[in-house]
């Protein structure tokens, strides 16, 4: 709270304090550990590196090549971080996606990426390494994940009214700063996470992907990251992987949407 209440005297919102809190979405922020893979326990939440996954299961593939390993979640690990009950108790989410050509989502880009879950016995997971036989974008670098709460904003709330431009482009400031703030070192930190309102670069992502749907979530937001061996999705760009509530309630993984936007 004291770091909302610094950022909203920053940027001269104070006054709007009541309706900017009343319109926070809780999401669960991805924070990387730099580890050895070999120091990640088979299971636990990482980013990069090799998924493990149940015996049998294989690397999906797109066109003439495999997916790229992003990340996979605990989701026991991350749960108690779900403040809207979205998530599944239990079980491990894969997520996969065309790395090096980075599709945009497009309707040709039919998959471009891939969710998979997996809710069963944790001893039948193995870690598996990509198959590729391509020597960029094959797999990154693997970090931990641990997770924490935060909260996210719309960049049009319904119940705030700005008495004029420099106020409103006040209010995009604010936002930016809360969902992507600075590290110690002055960088910006990848803006990772899950659930809650993506930070927007273009267009409003969940209307883009659910124009007349009902009740969309965001299920993965992946920034750009330096750490991440340098990878950037187009030109300092995010990627959005979405799902109606009901679907995720449902765990009805094939029917996520993804868009890329960058600037």
Same mark, same amino acid.
């Given at each position: 709270?004291?770091?909302? !209440?610094?950022? $909203?005297?920053?940027h001269?919102?104070?006054h709007?304090?009541? @309706?900017?809190m ?14 050895d893979?070999t120091?990640?326990? *088979?299971?636990?939440?990482?980013i990069g ?6 015996v049998?299961?294989? =690397? ?10 992003m990340?996979?979640?605990? $989701?026991?690990?991350a749960? %108690?971080?779900?403040?809207?009950n ?5 079980g ?8 090096l050509?980075? %599709?945009w989502?497009?309707?040709e !880009?039919?998959?471009?990426?891939? *969710?998979l879950y =997996?809710?069963? /016995?944790?001893?039948e997971?193995?870690?598996k ?15 931990r994940l ?5 909260v996210?904003?719309?960049?049009? #709330?319904?119940?705030?009214? =700005?008495? !004029? ?15 992507q ?8 930190? @990848? ?5 809650? &309102? #993506? ?5 409003? *992502?969940?209307?883009?992907?659910? &124009?007349?749907?009902?009740? #969309?979530?965001?299920? =993965? ?13 187009? /030109? ?8 109606e509530?009901e679907?995720?309630?449902?765990k009805?993984? /094939?029917? *996520?949407r993804?868009?890329l936007?960058?600037f």
């Open positions: 709270m004291q770091k909302v !209440d610094q950022l $909203l005297s920053e001269d919102l104070a709007h304090k009541s @309706a900017i009343a319109s926070f979405k809780s999401a669960i922020k991805l924070n990387k550990t730099n580890k893979e120091d990640i326990p *088979v299971g636990s939440s990482k590196g090799s998924p493990d996954l149940p049998g299961w294989e =690397f999906p593939r797109y066109e003439d090549d495999y997916l790229t390993f990340l996979q979640v605990n $989701l026991s690990e749960k %108690p971080y779900d403040k809207d979205l998530l599944p108790e239990s491990i989410m894969y997520l996969f996606y065309e790395a050509e980075q %599709p989502g497009f309707k !880009d039919e998959g471009c990426f891939k *969710v =997996f809710d069963g /016995d944790m001893e997971l193995e870690r390494e990509s198959p590729s036989s391509r020597t960029e974008f094959v797999a990154f670098p693997a970090f641990s997770f924490e709460p935060m996210t904003l719309s960049e049009n #709330p319904e119940n705030l009214d =700005f008495a !004029d431009e420099e106020e409103e482009a006040n209010y995009f400031d604010f936002r930016q700063e809360l969902v703030p600075k590290g110690e070192d002055g960088k910006v930190v @990848a803006a990772h996470y899950m659930l809650g &309102e #993506p930070l927007n670069i273009q267009d409003d *992502v969940l209307y883009e992907l659910f &124009e007349g749907g009902k009740d #969309p979530v965001l299920l =993965f937001q992946i920034d750009s990251d330096e750490e991440l061996a340098d990878v950037m999705w187009g /030109d300092s760009g995010m990627l959005y992987f979405c799902m509530k679907d995720l309630r449902e009805r993984f /094939d029917w *996520v993804f868009t936007q960058c």
